[in-house]
């Protein structure tokens, strides 16, 4: 066994024998060069764990070529130091390498904003959560930009917060939707095993908005109802179907072809895609089919379809799109587009300003027109896809009237109302 001062010559000496051969040197004891019959040379470091009968342990420093013999004995003296310490250096390697795949892991598959596609693939989409569309945009518009790519684990209450502190004070409901959504998506991770507790857990929910009663009258009815005219497709058919038909938003939004039977002229809705996760049928009023028509027609004048002047709704796909492959989802900006026409439309009419209203008032405005209409409440309830009232409890269970005939009924009455009143 060799052994000398271990140098830039003296390595530079060392050359193949046939067989693996050391040159040893005592600063620090252990430090040496091990030649391989291949002539390949590499530093390492040799120790023992707990003393002469420990078995001998050896560590690679690294090959002679790539580091100089002063950085190779400056780090024998660091793994000398560990040993006489009691931490094991291969250990601690390996050790550090696991941590340091677990932390690029982390940064990577656990980073907020990847973390955020991944619930939705992998828990909205497949369990056909409703408002698919809407939790993307959510998260998309309000919490990635603020979190960005800080790992799940690093995230906490404080951080959270600046998410929601962000948003308008009096966006009441925006609040409580984007606490509600990273709160679910915190459990869902927590239930995976990908982090150990919910960072929002204990934090009070943001308050509700207060209820409100924000009616339109006829002629606000009527101003929003020409304004809509006056909005490319598919906005114009957006409005004027929330109008006619007193749905939600999103439900609205997200409507699809395939949901649509315009030979019976219904529009049904898979549980799925309703609030309260209850199917619901939609009879629709002539006033609706028009829009509809229109609004396909336009989709088959934009995509060359044959036959352009005759009516052809395609079988599947969203109905309300631009390009016929995203559902609309601009609402803030759309209503702004709306808010404009309006104020030309009250212009022309020289009326007064429409006060402040949201697109659920067109539902509020509805379910107040069904009743001046005459329609029963157990059929606006129906029309609306309420459960509660008439609906809940033991009637709620045993109850599986439809309502479908009075429904269609009472959509039509209140089409030819607002019909009317232009």
Known sequence: MAQGAISKRSVDALEATGKTHYLWDNNPIGFGVRVTPAGVKSYIFQFRMGGRGSPVRREIIGRTEKIAPD?????????????????????????????????????????????????????????????????????RLHAIPILKATPLPDIAKKDVVAVLDRIPASSFALKRSVFAILSRMMNWAVGRGDIVTNPMAGMARPPAATSRDRVLDDAELAIIWKATGKLRHPLRAFYRVLMLTGQRREEVAGMNWAELDRPNALWVLPAHRTKNGVAHIVPLAPAVLNELDLLSLVLQERHQVSEPNQVHWPKLGPVMSFHGDVSLSCFSQAKKFLDVEVEVERDLTGGPPIQKWRVHDLRRTMATGFQRLGVRFEVTEAALNHVGGSKSGVAGIYQRYDWRDEKRAAFEKWALHILALI
Request: charged share 35%; glycine share 4%.
């Open 71 to 139: 950085k190779a004995r400056s780090r024998a003296h660091e793994l000398a130091h560990m040993a006489r310490t009691g931490t094991d250096p291969i250990e601690k390697k390996k050790a550090d390498r696991r941590a340091y795949v677990e932390t690029k892991l982390t940064a990577t598959e656990l980073a907020f904003d990847a973390y955020c596609q991944r619930y939705l693939d992998e828990r909205v989409k497949p369990e056909g959560l409703a408002s698919y569309g809407n939790i993307e945009m959510v998260v």
